[in-house]
Every structure is written in structure tokens, then in C-alpha cells.
Antibody
């Protein structure tokens, strides 16, 4: 059974940093691109970042480019999202998702709240 | 960025009814479209990919269609467990989502 378990969310002040982790199991992690997608409270979904299966290439929308960094450790079956210079508009539940086109598997999400 | 315009924003339907949700892309996405269902407090679940391919385990009352810029999700014989918010998503370019359709029972 595919499982994606995110950790690392919490309350953080504007301008500070936070790093999310996602531990994957139930599939061969290094065969798949991985992504992060977020959802602001009561709002829609926004793709945040994707990384190739090797980790050699990464992709971001303009809203987070230069502030967020996606990475992975294939030996540990773990995906990361380093978030710097956080803003109030980054407040959301962050989901780890498998794939880079359609997302067949989602974690349970971890809530990030950016507030002073 | 490719914009996805989803309609309606909300709808109310009766048990057993057929429901249609539409998604309009700002440019041709060549059937690179997925549909998701999200129940309150839960993660989204994939229903349809490649515009009309049913994800494993999804009931056959769900179907997708469309091409070019216009796509739709159809739910036949609405069940109580179908009450949820539905999102479309294109992946022809960097992924973008529609704003969602909240489906309630009448």
C-alpha cells in the first residue's frame, strides 16, 4: 500500500523558514517524480514544486520560485520542502504527492501557519 | 500559466440524479486533465486522468469527457457519499487546478 506521511508543519513568523518532510513507503521511491501541492484554508489547490526521480531537476511556480526548494533522499525514501522567507499567503496545508502530472497518491497533509 | 475555469462553483442535486461539472482551459491542453474528489477534512482523491481514464477503484458512475479546452465530469445516479468538492487539474504545462465545485444534496 502506498503511503505518504508529511511532518514538519507548524506556526512560523513571517520571514522565517520551515522544512517539511515526507516519508514514502509501499512503492519504489526512486522510480517516481514527486511533488508538493498546497491548499490554503477553505481554498483551492496550488501546485508548489516537483522533482525528478533522480533529484537532478526541480520545477516551481513563480509564487514560490527563489524561496522554496524541493529535494529528496532516495536512500531514505524521503521528500523535503525547504521554505524560506515565508509570507502570510503561504499559510496552507501542504500535501506530498506522487508524480508530476496527475497525482494518484496524496499524504494526509501538514498545516503551515505563517503569522506573527 | 494555463488557467482552469470550473463551473458551477456549487450545485445541489438529489439522490439518483445525474450531475455534470465543467472545466474550461485557457488554451488547448490535449486531454492532459485530471479530476479529483475532496471530502471535508480529507486529502483529494484522483477520480479521472487523461480526461477520460477511470482511476482504479473509482465507481463506474464517474466518467470524464472532453478535448481541446473543454472538459466535463459526469456523475450518474448520485449517491450520498458523492457529497464533496470536485477539482479539475491540467498537466499539459506546469500543473494548475480549477477553483472547485462544491456538490451538496438537495
Amino acid at each position: 500500500e502506498v503511503q505518504l506521511v508529511e511532518t514538519g508543519g507548524g506556526l512560523v513568523q513571517p520571514g522565517r523558514s520551515l522544512k517539511l518532510s515526507c516519508v514514502a513507503s509501499g512503492f519504489t521511491f526512486n522510480n517516481y517524480w514527486m511533488s508538493w501541492t498546497r491548499q490554503a484554508p477553505g481554498k483551492g489547490l496550488e501546485w508548489v514544486a516537483s522533482i525528478t526521480n533522480s533529484g537532478g531537476s526541480t520545477y516551481y511556480p513563480d509564487s514560490v520560485k527563489g524561496r522554496f526548494t524541493i529535494s529528496r533522499d532516495n536512500a531514505q525514501n524521503t521528500l523535503y520542502l525547504q521554505m524560506n522567507s515565508l509570507r502570510s499567503e503561504d499559510t496552507a496545508t501542504y500535501y506530498c504527492t506522487r508524480g508530476d502530472n496527475w497525482f494518484a497518491y496524496w499524504g494526509q497533509g501538514t498545516l503551515v501557519t505563517v503569522s506573527s | 500559466d494555463i488557467r482552469m475555469t470550473q463551473s458551477p462553483a456549487s450545485l445541489s442535486a438529489s439522490l439518483g440524479e445525474t450531475v455534470n461539472i465543467e472545466c474550461l482551459a485557457s488554451e488547448d491542453i490535449y486531454s492532459d486533465l485530471a479530476w479529483y474528489q475532496q471530502k471535508p477534512g480529507k486529502s483529494p482523491q484522483l477520480l479521472i486522468y487523461n480526461a477520460n481514464s477511470l482511476q482504479n477503484g473509482v465507481p463506474s458512475r464517474f466518467s470524464g469527457s472532453g478535448s481541446g479546452t473543454q472538459y466535463s465530469l459526469k456523475i450518474n445516479s448520485l449517491q450520498s457519499e458523492d457529497v464533496a468538492t470536485y477539482f479539475c487539474q491540467q498537466y499539459n504545462n506546469y500543473p494548475t487546478f480549477g477553483a472547485g465545485t462544491k456538490l451538496e444534496l438537495k
